[in-house]
């Protein structure tokens, strides 16, 4: 196990509603990224947080946005759901902020909008 | 924008046999990543590679990255039916971001 968490497991929301994703990263780790799996697809990025500062962002609307709190643990909010946001949300932790650090990711959250 | 291809999307194999999964970057790339997800599970690190011509091994796994750093491969030898999953390989080009490509799922038929 990676000692990467995140909850809820599953979730089911309909379209138009607002989501939150909560992810706790591995102990001594600053940077999360949260990734955007649609079935059969790879992992697309959406942003990545270091040390609660935005670190960067894919090509994802504004209406994904993200926390990062003093502990490192962190969120993802969806608001306005669509259809084509149900996917898998990942997240990654890292060491720090340096791009060859391994990330290690948690289970995920299957997310379902219907 | 920067792509990631992989290839094959998908490849069945008897147990013994090897399997090579191929990436191909748009852009070259600072380092690649290699991941293995599991059915219903989540991406697990496999190994990095940094430099131009890299070879590593893991036991049966085998991961080169291409002189000019813009393809990497795969290659497992003597497969088994625990290699099973779809592996990943994820580039990135010296921000935070990393692309992953499209994926090659293994079937690994006993």
């Known amino acids: 196990e990676t000692g990467v968490t995140q909850s809820p497991t599953h979730l089911i929301k309909t379209r138009g509603q607002q989501v939150t994703l909560r992810c706790s990263s591995q102990?001594?780790?600053?940077?999360v990224s949260w990734y955007q799996q649609a079935l059969g697809q790879g992992p697309q990025f959406i942003f990545q947080?270091?040390?609660?500062?935005?670190?960067g962002r894919g090509n994802f609307p504004p209406r994904f946005s993200g926390l990062q709190f003093p502990n490192y643990s962190s969120e993802l909010n969806v608001n306005a759901l669509e259809l084509d946001d149900s996917a898998l949300y990942l997240c990654a932790s890292s060491l720090g902020g340096d791009n060859t650090d391994t990330q290690y990711f948690g289970p995920g959250t299957r997310l379902t909008v219907l | 924008g920067q792509q990631v291809m992989q290839i094959p999307q998908y490849q069945h194999v008897q147990e013994g046999e090897d399997f090579t999964t191929y990436c191909n970057s748009s852009t070259t790339l600072s380092n690649i990543q290699w991941y293995k997800q599991r059915p219903g599970g989540h991406p697990v690190f496999l190994i990095q590679?940094?430099?131009?011509?890299e070879v590593k091994k893991q036991k049966r796994l085998t991961f080169q990255f291409g002189e000019a750093k813009k393809n990497s491969s795969l290659h497992i030898t003597a497969t088994q039916t625990t290699d099973v999953g779809t592996y990943f390989c994820a580039g990135n080009s010296g921000t935070y971001k990393y692309i992953f490509g499209t994926g090659t799922r293994l079937k690994v038929l006993a």
């Open positions: 102990s001594g780790h600053n940077t």
């Open positions: 590679l940094v430099k131009s011509g």
């Open positions: 947080y270091y040390r609660e500062e935005e670190n």
